[in-house]
């Protein structure tokens, strides 16, 4: 989940409101197991009393009474329950589907086609490529004028040397890289040719495992974690062609930029951190450490730091991309995807890895096709008119004037973007889904005590969170979940005259109501504010919409070229 400049006020906000609810202090069933655990021998009527109170409810001395025997049943299996191990890659066997009843998503025919590619020419200095897209890199590495080996060792080094700066890299996974890097090599020379990976080096989040290598999860119970299992992500990169070269920094459990002790920065202005939890796939990226790199989004962890550090990040829709062998913070949320350097390059990143793996069971045979030529001819594009006309200060205007200019650069390319508004239900907040889904995924450091060694935030500390969740109602979790569903239905009609919307970071809650709808968001960079910071807006698309939304993007890019601009302390 991401811990940009919004999140702290999302969970003070959601801290507010579970005070009003009753929930920050003592729940009905929560405060019997509460109360049990800190030396009551046996729950009492008065504790039932005092538990319903505390959740808006009354029962009467009788009721109370009578209900005495069921409640003391519950604590027990619970204490039953609590003895059974299971393993974090445990989902429960309920399964989330964006898509409403009734609603009807248009056939698509899978297909995969590159825009044209330039000619290129390998520079005198090979350093210089640092910055370039994958698909120039790709035919550096088709004509053989740099070898997959010089390319990996290339990145490999620049991750070395800015480390000190950036605290983007965990794990280096050089022995790896390198045997792949060979291997690929020996293939070209052989004739075979992968296709627009083959030879790119790329870096993975820390909560993606690989075989023989730690995957700590940013936080210090997990430091020496490794999962002898290469995720489903990993392998498809691998059968793509793309040499994994490095580990990169999560924040604790998918929460910042703040992990083992260090934090991630952002390459534009490295006294700041780099935004939400693909922290290190961020700088990474920006910094020309990588080419590109694997991120999660929950609530906002891959677009929120691809604005920040200024590169191209894509939350597919839920379900697009395999979770097999990703740490799980929310299963009906959690999603997969790259931080690149280009809407293409996310294209084709997306293109090698979405699709069902019978281990993901979230995942629909549904077919990505992308054509890199298509133009922009027949797209409807809408935007989200109130979050436009809003007052801002600071640096929240210049983004505000950046978001504006936006909507005059696509203009100029001949798209109408029509004013429209979020549906009904749209402040409903993605965290009273999250904060239990994450509570149950790490019930193990609330029992174990490990909570405490949560060092990111003093102000409000995270181990508040997990315990604020852990006394939430069962029944209030499915009741938002039925209001979520309203949301969904909202947002379908909505997208039923759209492909594209057009969302600034902020003066909306869209973010946390497209991450609760499975919508797919594509962040580009769209300017600098006032202090030289790279500012960003998102494009997004219908369910399964990525290649529209790519489409826009693309061509966004194409027009005003910010995703050409690189911070020069790195060059």
Known sequence: MS???????RRRAFLAWCGRAGVASTLFPGALWAASEAGTSEVTTAMIDQAARLAGLAFTAEERERMLAGVRANLAGFREGRAVPIDQSVPPPLYFDPVVPGQRLEPVAAGFVLGPRRSVRRPERLEDVAFWPVTDLATLIETRQVSCVELTELCLERLRRFDDVLHATVTLTEARALEQARALDAELAAGHYRGPLHGIPWGAKDLISVAGYRTTWGFTP????????????????????????????TGEIARGDHWLGRQTRNPWKPEEGSGGSSAGSAAATAAGLVPFALGTDTL???????????????????????????????????KVGPLCRSAEDCALVLHAIHGPDGLDRAVPDRPFAWDGARGLGGLRVGYLASAFEREASGARRDALENDRRTLEAL????????????????????????LVDEAAAFDELLQNGDVRY????????????????????????????????????????????????????????????????????????????????PTGIQFVGRLYGEAEALTLARHYQAARGWHREHPQAFR
């Open 222 to 249: 997990y430091a020496e974690q490794v999962i002898d299992h290469d995720a489903t992500v990993v392998r498809r990169l691998d059968a793509a062609g793309a040499v994994l070269v490095a580990k990169l920094a």
């Open 411 to 434: 203009r100029a390319l001949g798209v109408e973007p029509r004013p429209v508004e979020l549906p009904e239900h749209a402040e409903l907040d993605a965290l009273q889904v999250l």
């Open 3 to 9: 811990h940009d400049a919004d999140a702290g006020l």
């Open 454 to 533: 949560f060092r990111q935030d003093l102000e409000d500390p995270e181990d508040v969170l997990l315990r604020v969740a852990r006394l939430f109602p069962a029944v209030e979790y499915v009741q938002v979940h039925r209001r979520r569903m309203l949301l969904m239905q909202g947002m379908a009609r909505l997208f039923e005259e759209l492909d594209v919307l057009v969302a600034p970071f902020a003066g909306s809650p869209q973010q946390s109501a497209t991450s609760l709808t499975g919508h797919p968001s594509v962040s580009v960079q769209n300017g600098f504010d006032g202090e030289d910071r």
């Open 300 to 334: 906002g962890s891959i677009v929120g730091p691809a604005r920040t550090c200024g590169v191209t990040g894509l939350r597919p829709t839920f379900g697009r991309v395999s979770r097999d062998g990703v740490m799980p913070v929310c299963w009906s949320l959690d």
